[in-house]
């Protein structure tokens, strides 16, 4: 079994929808972060959790919110989608040495 | 400002083929530095990580780095490429404690047969 694991795989949504997208993991680790993938980008930092009660803005966070419901649980909310959210979405945890594990992620088409 | 620069979009080696991957950081604390890739239709993997100590680290699949701090440059070679090394790469850039990473824009790796 994987060990984060994002649902959904894709999705696709209409500008103004609410949307939800879930990470689970199950490494035990207590470091966990969404980023985007944009062609000719890279990946961006949207959100980061250190902790449950610990959780911070990335570079591009604007348009997002986030919940860490669990140790295991991270997930991204976009409250109204728009069409420049059109991309692909990845979580990932990170252990203390610093090595970051990253789930499959979920492409989100915005129309 | 802390930045990662991979100058290379896109590369294309013929199997067998020796490659090497650039990436240039600045960044002013100590490096921690990682190169990751990614599979069509999958997540990132890491290949290696340098933290310290000896500057040339060995990674998964066959895949070396070398750190050079006077060129703030962090490569990634292979002695000789498979059709199955056809991916994208990123190189990425952290410091210890802060746990936050800075990615770069990724080189995409075409293997011709």
């Known amino acids: 079994d994987a060990d984060v694991t994002q649902t959904p795989r894709n999705r696709i949504t209409k500008t103004g929808k609410r949307i939800m997208l879930e990470c689970s993991q199950t490494k035990g680790h207590d470091r966990m972060y969404w980023y985007r993938q944009d062609p000719g980008l890279g990946l961006r930092l949207i959100y980061y959790?250190?902790?449950?009660?610990?959780?911070n803005k990335g570079e591009i966070s604007d348009g997002y919110s986030v919940s860490r419901q669990a140790q295991a649980k991270f997930s991204l909310s976009l409250e109204s989608a728009i069409p420049n959210q059109t991309a692909l979405y990845f979580c990932?945890?990170?252990?203390?040495?610093?090595?970051?594990?990253f789930g499959p992620g979920t492409r989100l088409t915005v129309l | 400002a802390q930045s990662v620069t991979q100058p290379d979009i896109h590369i294309t080696v013929s199997e067998g083929a020796s490659l090497e991957l650039r990436c240039n950081y600045s960044y002013g604390a100590t490096p921690y530095l990682f190169w990751y890739v990614q599979s069509p239709g999958q997540g990132l993997q890491l290949l290696l990580k340098y933290f310290s100590g000896d500057t040339l680290v060995q990674g998964i699949k066959g895949f070396e780095a070398e750190f050079k701090r006077s060129q703030s440059s962090f490569n990634l070679r292979k002695p000789s490429v498979h059709w199955s090394d056809a991916a994208e790469y990123f190189c990425?850039?952290?410091?210890?404690?802060?746990?936050?990473?800075?990615f770069g824009t990724g080189t995409r790796l075409k293997v011709l047969a």
């Open positions: 990932a945890t990170s252990d203390r040495a610093d090595t970051q594990y």
């Open positions: 959790s250190f902790d449950v009660k610990d959780i």
């Open positions: 990425a850039v952290g410091a210890s404690g802060t746990y936050k990473y800075i």
